[in-house]
Structures are given as C-alpha cells and as structure tokens.
C-alpha cells in the first residue's frame, strides 16, 4: 500500500482514538475514523475471542486485508500529500503479530493507561448501549465482502439477551464469556486491560524495535513533550499535532476512579494486576501506584 500504517496498540479506554485524532490532524496522515474488528477477524468470524494466532490466517486473508485497509479511510478529509495511515481499533491489543503478519512495513504506537482509570471507564461502556448515529455511520465503511462478520455481531449482541448479561464490549481475551457469567463487571473489566497490556507487551518484544513507540497516556495528558517525541519518531511536523491537542485536551479524566470504585473493587483490581511482570507494572503505574 502507498500510505505507510502507523497502528496504535491499546487497551479500550486507554486514549487510542484520542491520539488517533490528535494525530489526524496532520496534514501528513489519515485516519480510518472506525474500529474495524471486521478487517482483522476475516475468515475468523466465529472465533469466541479476539487472540487470533497469526500462522492460521490464510495468505488471501492477508491479500484482503492489505487490499481493504487503504479503502476504509475518512472520506470527508481530502489529504493529497499523506503519507501515513493511523488505525486503533482496540481489539489489536490482543494481536499485534497479526498485524505485523499482515503489514510488515508497519509502526506500532503502545498507548497505555492506569489500569484502574481504564477498568472504571470501561465499565460505563459495558452498561452503555452502543450510539445509533455511530454505527450507521460505521455501517458506511463496512465492506460487505465480509458479511460473516455482520453475522456474528448480531450474535453477540442476542447472546447478551438471552443469557440476561451484557453483550461483549472491547477486546475480547480467552475465556470472557466464562468470566461474564461467573465475575463482577469491574473484575471482567480489570482482566480485558491485563490481557491487553501482557499480551500486546509481549508480542511487541517480537517485533523490530525500530517499529515500535512505547507510550504512557497520563504523559500526554499533562504536556506535549511525548506527543512531539511520536511525531518526531512517525517522520511529521508536531506542530498541528500539538494544536490540536490543546484544543482536546479535557484535564482530570484520569481520576475518576479515585471518585467512583469502592475499596473493594480496587482491591479486587489490584489482585488481578499482580500477575503482570513488575516491569511492566513499574512502567505503566510509575510513582502513582497506590
């Protein structure tokens, strides 16, 4: 494809379309303004998770892919002189080798969150239903070549239904729908984000490291020297970049945790952070861990 992919590997709720817009604003890049879980999960349809092994995605999966992604860009922004692709649907936490299976030639950003301010945010998602307008504006993009994927959408949503649970949001680990029936929603939501950040860390270590920009959301949140530091790293003039960060920047949303979970669901929490190398932990939480 001519346009280089940039993707941004994170967890829901952890600021991945945050930083896919700020960076849009670029003149340099375009943007597919839509998570696109029906692109990655081609001839993995009934899959029940999102960990998809690379080796058994077949090469004409990998053509349709390469051939699709340049198609899904946002069509309302006319970027002549772009040279980059951002796309951050989030599942992609769970297979970063699949991408770069599938896009060799690919940087990967490592957005990462407090996993606390991440299990808060994301439990209002799980109770809230998804937006009308937004899926049928993300109706628009969808290639129907992959219908099998419309199918097993409805499916989970009905599944929620009939089983008096929530359907499934966000990236789906090994054994969620075991843990819906048997968990606490801030449990389940703890788990997606340790699932994410094990996982993506993990395959990332596989990849040249060259491809590979490793950054912390709270940073973005409270200055733009990261900010410029991707730019510099993605090859674009940090300038409009910056701009529109100031103008979308909303300061203290990363603590409402502090203000909505109770001690015990942060207790809870923490038990099922524990299992992640303190490498990772010592990174992510640095001298805010409490």
């Given at each position: 494809m001519k346009k280089k992919p940039v993707f941004i590997i994170g967890a829901g709720r952890s600021g991945t379309?945050?930083?896919?817009?700020?960076?849009?604003?670029?003149?340099?890049?375009?943007?597919?303004?839509?998570?696109?879980?029906?692109?990655?999960?081609?001839?993995?349809?009934?899959?029940?998770?999102?960990?998809?092994?690379?080796?058994?995605?077949?090469?004409?999966?990998?053509?349709?892919?390469?051939?699709?992604?340049?198609?899904?860009?946002?069509?309302?922004v006319y970027k002549p002189d772009a040279s980059i692709l951002v796309?951050?649907?989030?599942?992609?936490?769970?297979?970063?080798?699949?991408l770069y299976r599938a896009f060799p030639e690919a940087t990967f950003v490592h957005l990462v969150r407090d996993g606390r301010a991440v299990t808060e945010s994301a439990m209002r998602m799980w109770r809230t239903p998804p937006e009308r307008h937004y899926l049928m504006d993300k109706i628009r993009y969808f290639p129907w070549g992959n219908i099998r994927y419309?199918?097993?959408?409805?499916?989970?949503?009905?599944?929620?239904?009939?089983?008096?649970?929530?359907?499934?949001?966000?990236?789906?680990?090994?054994?969620?729908?075991?843990?819906?029936?048997?968990?606490?929603?801030?449990?389940?939501?703890?788990?997606q984000w340790f699932h994410c950040v094990r996982v993506a860390s993990e395959q990332l270590a596989t990849i040249p490291q060259d491809q590979v920009v490793s950054v912390r959301y709270e940073d973005i949140m409270v200055g733009t020297e990261s900010l410029t530091t991707l730019c510099e790293k993605l090859g674009i003039d940090p300038d409009p970049v910056v701009r529109r960060h100031e103008?979308?920047?909303?300061?203290?949303?990363?603590?409402?945790?502090?203000?909505?979970?109770?001690p015990e669901q942060i207790n809870d929490i923490h038990s099922v952070f524990k299992a992640l190398p303190e490498s990772i932990k010592d990174w992510v939480f640095s001298e805010k861990a409490s």
């Open positions: 379309k945050f930083l896919r817009d700020i960076l849009a604003a670029s003149p340099e890049v375009v943007r597919v303004p839509y998570d696109i879980g029906y692109l990655w999960r081609y001839g993995n349809e009934g899959l029940n998770h999102d960990e998809i092994d690379p080796d058994s995605v077949s090469r004409k999966s990998i053509r349709w892919m390469r051939k699709k992604l340049p198609k899904l860009i946002d069509r309302s796309e951050k649907s989030v599942p992609n936490a769970l297979r970063p080798r699949l419309a199918i097993w959408y409805v499916c989970n949503r009905a599944f929620g239904k009939v089983k008096n649970s929530p359907a499934v949001w966000g990236p789906r680990y090994r054994g969620i729908e075991n843990d819906i029936q048997y968990e606490s929603l801030h449990v389940v939501c703890a788990k103008e979308m920047l909303r300061p203290g949303e990363n603590e409402k945790w502090r203000r909505s979970l109770t």
